[in-house]
């Protein structure tokens, strides 16, 4: 059992007010240096539950536990061979002389060690590892120059530079200062309080009582005690006035980076501004102000909101105050442009898409959205929603982009449209559920807006979704804008996904294929493939980008890359795909991978292709029974038919899953046959017969997916 201490250690890095969005991660990076550095130099170090701690101006790590020293170092030298070291009396030479001279030691203390050139001399030697403490500087040198600083500045008439000046450093092992410096500054044992709060320097005895301390000087170094305080107070202040807060991860993760000292401020707003989409009312609270919005029971927005301070008043009027003040200039911008666009309606925001240019190959949007409405008139019926309702809904989906409300908030694109939508006096010849579905689908045509976003909810709106999505592919790809390397203007990746990924989850089984031919036919003439190889070269290429968006999809599901591969394989040749058949075909082959008979079938299979690969000359139609000699043979061919009879209604139907465990149950006829016969035999009729029974065995083993590619 080692006897060395291990005493906790505490490295806090005292700044200006750091960057909130790099925040988290420049402390994160820090932290993990820092054990990366002592794990480098074979420091033990107890790191219990510690994670980094910062504040906006502070990064610090605490570990519970770092020995005081490094182990023993050995070290080993390699010296030169013995029949250039030794002489003919066995003298040494001085090649051998020199190399015991470096290494401080006669040649007689040199050991021995053999190699696959021969036997030479070497200088083992063990010595006492480094204190801890003389080496921290250097490992809080290297975990610095290791972070990703945004924009390093430079202060002062120093030539090193990090994301803000710092201030201080404390450097604790154990109960004592750690000698060293960063960036000019000596380390002690004083860190500083609150700014406003405590600005005093704050003296810390140990590790151990670094947060205490902080604490005391109304600091909350923990960003978990932050966050804990800061929703704990949201909630309560929010229901004292009648409602529930809305706390976004991102909202809070930022007013986490921003107070060291939270302080909940209840503040209000007048009920006029309700008037106005509330989606712009939350933004301009959330992403612009760092508020917490209060929502009625119904999930609606009050008139209400939550501010965070970074102070602790007796009276938090003249906070309250600000807050409300700095507000209502980005509301009454919201509720004026809101009215504007009201008076100006969509027919007219849709003719001045007609100005706005798209793509210089595909035109304007004007052009872009006829082109989605017919694709979403065309792709309508085959989900069971009115065509010319799902024109109509697509003719007015970009309208809003010509809105001031958009124009002032990118991110209500589609939100603003939906409120338009079911206002505007273009539509009033609709039934109320029509403008409702036509209004949500103008928003909803743009979901999923980001990775983790919810698919489109409504019929209509997955039609909407599909056919965007399929245009801007399809325009893409034509006009020569495929991604490469990180450059992808039109995020035809995002799009790939967003389209695949709301077909598979509302189940939809349309062709793939043919939607992309569709799409292809409707672009401009200058981008448009006239001739068939070159239109069948960009489905090919656009159905190929699709499925690779999938892998990721997929992984995160759980299925391995083999999986898709499998069933993109032996869906390429079809002419019709369907994605949602497609992922129906992976979930089979997941389950069917569970079972302990796939590893061996996926071997047979790729056994029986490649021996169908080397056969020479056409084989029969069918299988011959008077040629069926062995009786493993015989036992596979009745096998194969069997399983014929049993999976040709589930796999018409799509019952994959039924289908594979059917083909499981063949894996002992399979083994007996490749145990007993060969198939490889001189007698042609034979031979040929039997390749003829494991291309009828190989056809129905890869009905659902191309089962060798589960074969290591």
């Known amino acids: 059992m080692s006897t060395v201490p291990m005493p906790p250690l505490l490295i806090e890095l005292g700044t200006e007010e750091l960057p909130v969005q790099a925040l988290p991660g420049l402390a994160q990076a820090l932290f993990d240096g820092v054990l990366s550095a002592l794990e480098r130099r074979g420091i033990a170090v107890e790191r219990g539950d510690a994670t980094p701690l910062y504040t906006p101006r502070r990064l610090a790590v605490r570990l519970p536990?770092?020995?005081?020293?490094?182990?023993?170092?050995?070290?080993?030298?390699?010296?030169?061979?013995?029949?250039?070291?030794?002489?003919?009396?066995g003298q040494p030479t001085k090649a051998l002389q020199g190399f015991a001279a470096k290494a401080g030691v006669e040649w007689t203390a040199l050991e021995r060690a053999s190699d696959a050139k021969g036997e030479r001399f070497v200088h083992r030697s063990v010595r006492a590892?480094?204190?801890?403490?003389?080496?921290?500087?250097?490992?809080?040198?290297?975990?610095?120059?290791?972070?990703p600083i945004p924009r390093p500045m430079r202060w002062g008439d120093h030539d090193y530079a990090f994301a803000r000046p710092v201030q201080w450093l404390v450097m604790l092992l154990g109960g004592d200062v750690v000698d060293g410096t960063v960036f000019g500054v000596r380390a002690d044992r004083m860190s500083r309080g609150h700014r406003f709060l405590h600005d005093k320097q704050v003296w810390i005895a140990?590790?151990?009582?670094?947060?205490?301390a902080l604490r005391?000087?109304?600091?909350?170094?923990?960003?978990?005690?932050?966050?804990?305080?800061?929703?704990?107070?949201?909630?309560?202040?929010?229901?004292?006035a009648g409602g529930t807060a809305r706390?976004?991860?991102?909202?809070?993760?930022?007013?986490?980076?921003?107070?060291?000292?939270?302080?909940?401020?209840?503040?209000?707003?007048?009920d006029e501004y309700l008037a106005v989409p509330q989606e712009a009312l939350v933004a301009t609270m959330e992403a612009n102000q760092k508020f917490f919005p209060v929502l009625d029971g119904a999930g609606r927005l009050t008139a209400r909101f939550i501010g965070i301070a970074n102070v602790e008043p007796a009276d938090d009027s003249l906070i309250r105050s600000g807050y409300e003040r700095v507000i209502r200039p980005r509301f009454a911008d919201a509720r004026f442009f809101f009215v504007e666009d009201m008076k100006q309606g969509l027919a007219s925001m849709n003719a001045g898409l007609a100005s706005v240019t798209y793509q210089a190959k595909l035109g304007t949007v004007a052009d872009k959205v006829a082109r989605v409405a017919a694709l979403a008139e065309a792709i309508a019926p085959q989900v069971g929603v009115d065509a010319a309702l799902a024109k109509r809904a697509a003719s007015l989906s970009k309208a809003d982009l010509q809105s001031r409300l958009v124009n002032e908030f990118p991110e209500l694109q589609g939100i603003a449209g939906r409120h338009y939508a079911m206002q505007d006096a273009a539509l009033s010849d609709l039934t109320h559920a029509d403008r409702e579905a036509v209004a949500n689908a103008i928003d909803e045509a743009w979901q999923p807006r980001f990775a983790a976003d919810d698919i489109a909810l409504s019929p209509l709106g997955k039609v909407l979704a599909i056919a965007e999505r399929l245009d801007t592919l399809a325009g893409g790809f034509a006009a020569g804008l495929k991604p490469t390397g990180n450059k992808d203007p039109f995020a035809l990746r995002r799009?790939?996904?967003?389209?695949?990924?709301?077909?598979?989850?509302?189940?939809l089984d349309l062709d793939i294929r043919k939607l992309i031919d569709q799409a292809v036919t409707l672009l401009p003439d200058g981008v448009q493939p006239h001739a068939d190889r070159n239109t069948e070269t960009l489905r090919t290429d656009l159905y190929e980008f699709l499925v690779d968006r999938l892998r990721n999809y997929y992984a995160d599901k759980g299925a391995p890359s083999q999986h898709l591969d499998a069933v993109a394989s032996k869906l390429s040749s079809h002419a019709d795909v369907s994605l949602y058949d497609l992922d129906r075909r992976i979930d089979a082959i997941g389950t069917f991978a569970?079972?302990?008979?796939?590893?061996?079938?996926?071997a047979a299979n790729k056994r029986i292709l490649n021996l169908l690969k080397k056969a020479e000359g056409d084989l029969p139609a069918s299988v011959d029974p008077t040629l069926l000699r062995e009786p493993a043979e015989r036992a596979l061919a009745e096998a194969v038919e069997a399983v014929y009879a049993e999976t040709g209604a589930s796999l018409a139907r799509g019952d994959y899953v039924d289908v594979l465990s059917h083909l499981?149950?063949?894996r002992p006829q399979v083994d007996a046959f490749f145990d007993a016969v060969m198939v490889n035999v001189e007698d042609d009729a034979l031979r040929r017969n039997r390749l003829a029974l494991l291309r009828r065995l190989a056809d129905r083993l890869g009905s659902v997916a191309a089962i060798e590619h589960l074969s290591g």
């Not at 536990?65 to 009396?89: K, R, W």
């Not at 590892?129 to 972070?147: C, D, V, Y």
């Not at 389209?499 to 598979?504: G, S």
């Open 247 to 270: 706390i976004e991860d991102d909202n809070l993760r930022q007013v986490v980076c921003l107070v060291e000292w939270p302080k909940a401020v209840s503040c209000t707003f007048e």
């Open 206 to 212: 140990t590790p151990d009582d670094y947060v205490d």
């Open 495 to 507: 799009n790939a996904l967003g389209l695949a990924r709301t077909v598979i989850e509302s189940g």
């Open 216 to 240: 005391g000087a109304k600091v909350l170094v923990d960003p978990e005690e932050r966050r804990a305080r800061i929703v704990a107070q949201v909630e309560a202040a929010a229901g004292a």
């Open 129 to 147: 590892g480094a204190k801890t403490a003389a080496l921290l500087p250097e490992i809080l040198h290297e975990a610095i120059a290791a972070m």
């Open 65 to 89: 536990g770092v020995a005081a020293e490094q182990p023993q170092q050995a070290s080993e030298t390699f010296g030169p061979y013995v029949n250039i070291a030794l002489d003919a009396d």
């Open 664 to 666: 499981a149950r063949l």
């Open 594 to 602: 569970s079972l302990p008979e796939a590893d061996a079938l996926a």
